[in-house]
């Protein structure tokens, strides 16, 4: 079975049309854009409609920035930001009698998180001290997934829509051809991952990848035409999207 994630409650205005082609949704907390509290509540209500599994995706305060740009922050000011945020999709799905089962973090914190282990400390100390018990997605054969063994679950994740740099990076978005953008082209690379568990990099070269969940970004203008097209090759492959059990 094959999980899907889509990164939603961005403001983009698509996320009713995409949750029937995914399995796990990254519901923005408000800090990166869109994200404000009727949407919230609304992705939350759609995602249980659909048995959508439901992860916070906390990021930088940088809505100017759509939280991808670094940012300096106290340790112990990040840790308040990153709780605020959790709780508040924590709440919601509460209030909904849905289960938040897992934290993504959104963009730069994303990267930073990766590799930086201080930050990634403190993302880790926040999901242990959380009420309920919280996985961690992040991207799949980095620092983090090696740093998070023991201390929480950890969900590693490889991306159908963005291309990789040589070492198995994500190409930068301010490079040429990062994001994908056709169908046929993000539906080889996530078969190639799914089934051979590689990836082509920029230069063709194959990379070991392992991973268990797959993004695709929400405000990719072409997402929902990428998952249709997903779709389409999964029935010939006869492999369906996994679904969740979300409701407590």
């Known amino acids: 079975m094959l999980d899907i994630n889509c990164d939603m409650a961005e403001g983009i205005g698509n996320d009713e049309a995409i949750m029937p082609y995914i399995s796990s949704c990254n519901v923005a907390c408000g800090l990166h854009g869109g994200g404000d509290i009727d949407e919230i509540s609304k992705t939350i209500r759609i995602a249980k409609k659909h048995k959508v599994r439901i992860g916070a995706h906390p990021s930088y305060p940088d809505p100017k920035g759509f939280g991808r740009r670094k940012m300096e922050i106290a340790p112990r000011e990040l840790k308040l930001i990153l709780k605020h945020q959790i709780s508040i999709i924590e ?8 289960k938040l089962e897992y934290v993504k973090p959104h963009g730069a914190l994303y990267h930073e998180v990766a590799h930086n282990l201080k930050e990634a400390q403190i993302l ?13 997605m ?3 054969g980095s ?10 679950k ?14 198995g990076s994500l190409r930068p978005r301010s490079k040429p051809n990062a994001v994908i953008h056709d169908p046929a082209q993000a539906s080889q690379q996530l078969f190639k991952m799914f089934e051979e568990k590689k990836v082509d990099d920029i230069d063709r070269n ?3 990848i392992n991973a268990s969940s797959f993004c695709i970004h929400g405000d990719n203008e072409n997402a929902l035409e990428i998952l ?3 779709h389409e090759e999964m029935k010939t492959k006869s492999i369906s999207l996994k679904k969740f059990n979300n409701a407590f």
């Open 143 to 152: 620092i983090l997934e090696s740093y998070a063994k023991g201390k929480v």
């Open 124 to 136: 880790i100390e926040v999901i242990q001290e959380a009420e309920s018990e919280l996985a961690l």
């Open 206 to 208: 194959s990379l070991a």
């Open 138 to 140: 992040g991207k799949a």
């Open 228 to 230: 249709k097209y997903i």
């Open 154 to 167: 950890f969900i590693p994740e490889a991306f159908i829509d963005r291309s990789y740099d040589p070492y």
């Open 91 to 98: 709440g919601l799905a509460l209030i909904n009698k849905v």
